[in-house]
């Protein structure tokens, strides 16, 4: 076992000098001085005069606003990297809210630039984006020209951008703050958010029994303000929408990832006619092995019986993922590699740390960083190799430059969920224990029905709960209601929802931060699995450098073309219905393997 190597092994923090060597760095404060004069100087060159510009003076232009975006994000980047790494203190707290509010104010003055984008005529802008010196960001010019129909007056515009810090942003920081700080008491310990979730796919059910009702109680007690929070930014949302004249609350979130509304309604109808074959399914399946006519919800992590546990150190995580990425494609074995070379991940758990994990991309003229909470289990070592397959694609997409390094949300999950895959076809190559094969597949199925199933399932909850808010606030008694309603539709009648699970949509931080973000993930798992059966098949050809030269193609484009674009080359169209089915199907199968073990 490696459980007891677990806790010798160290785990990692990031370095973040790579920025500055702290928040009262002087080169920090030189960078702000620079990025105003920068400001200063691009005001005066071009506020007034963007729709005259031609194509030379135009490509120059925006050469010049990337620089600044560049400067101002190296600078955010460490602020939120830095509260990410300790939200306990207030001096880091007061630090990454003053920036914020310093970059905010910046930034306005810079406001009239896409905005006056937007007021070239269609004519003149078709005739712009055909100039060679524009050739470059004409991608980001389209893009950003799909906005104009809901673009405000310039008064307007300004008045949202500055009074986000202290709104949306703020209620946003508060909701962080006030997660971090609750503790959950399990067999009298005090326990963060990530460690009493951790104990939910505990061997003894008495353990994931007892961390469940801790977490549901200790939300339930702090449940009207998340209540209040979530009200707050949901009316925040409808007011802007409305003016901007969005006909949905999700469109909005569709326009900004780049795919049409009729794509993502595919995608939500055709998952949700898969339930029954789907979740339904397979937690019958998990009930009769753990013996039980239905499960409780704290048994949907459980290990399965008698199956030997099995624990990761550090090291052995980084050798499987890394091993998992250098078999199928050298060049994203190195790029993973200097993450854990170069300090770029932070792995510990410490109080006043963020929860969860992320990859932020920072700036181009920086490098991704990963933060995770590892804690040993499989699928902590699967999470490692979801944060580094978002931060390889982060870093080949770097190359595209500031403006055009983002990847929209629907293809963003594309690497990271490929990461996975092949980390989980790694594990499973290496396990030669039946029941320990039999337990890392169903930990791929669950793993697979949380990111597609429950993350549309979250989806709906979303849609409903901004839908109603039109009509008055929302209490916290009837979100718990809508919660539980779309929980039970989509994990079936195999699983026993009690009370205290009404409140659990209180702790997801995607519905705070990114509105409709979550359905990103089941299309990236779906289109991932459509391209893993591409890759198995040019494989089966002896053609599979030639799928790992297309894939780092398009990993390297960054936020260049869209998704029927990206896919062509594979032979996917993620606009036919087929298309997604055809990766639940995949999960299907997978199920298939288990009820015949």
Known sequence: MASSAAKKISLPVWNLDDFYDGYASPQLAKDIRRTETLIAKFVKAYCGKVEALDGSAFAAAIKEYEVIQELAGKIGSFAQLL?????SKPEIGQFYQNTQETLTTLSSQMLFFTLSINKIDDAKAKKLLASPELAHWAPWVRELRALKPYQLSDELEKMLHEKYVAGRAAWSRHFDETLSDLRFPVNKKPLAMEQVLHLMSDPKEAVRKQAAQSVGEVLGGHIRTFALITNTLAKDKEIEDNWRGFKRPISSR??????????????????????APLTHRYY??????????????????APLPKAPERTYNWQEAKELVLSSYTAFSPELGKLGSRFFDKNWIDAQIRPGKAPGAFAHPTVPSVHPYLLVNFQGKARDVMTLAHELGHGVHQLLAGKQGALLADTPLTLAETASVFGEQLTFREMLRRESNPLRRKSILAGKVEDMLATVVRQVAMCEFEVRVHDERKQGELTAERLGKIWVEVQSEALGPNVKLTSEYRHFWAYIPHFIHTPFYVYAYAFGDCLVNSLYASYQKEQKKGAARDFEKKYIAM??????????????????????????????DVIAGLIDELEGM
């Open 555 to 584: 990993l390297s484009s960054g936020g260049r073309y869209r998704h029927k674009e990206l896919l062509a080359p594979f032979g996917l169209d993620a606009g036919k219905p087929s298309f997604w089915q055809g990766g639940l």
């Open 284 to 301: 019958k399946l998990k009930a009769k092995w753990l013996g039980k006519k239905q499960l409780a919800y704290w048994d949907r992590a």
């Open 254 to 275: 569709n326009i900004a990832n780049q795919v049409e509304d009729e794509v993502v309604d595919a995608l939500m109808s055709t998952v949700r006619r898969n339930y």
């Open 83 to 87: 509260y990410a790494g300790d939200m």
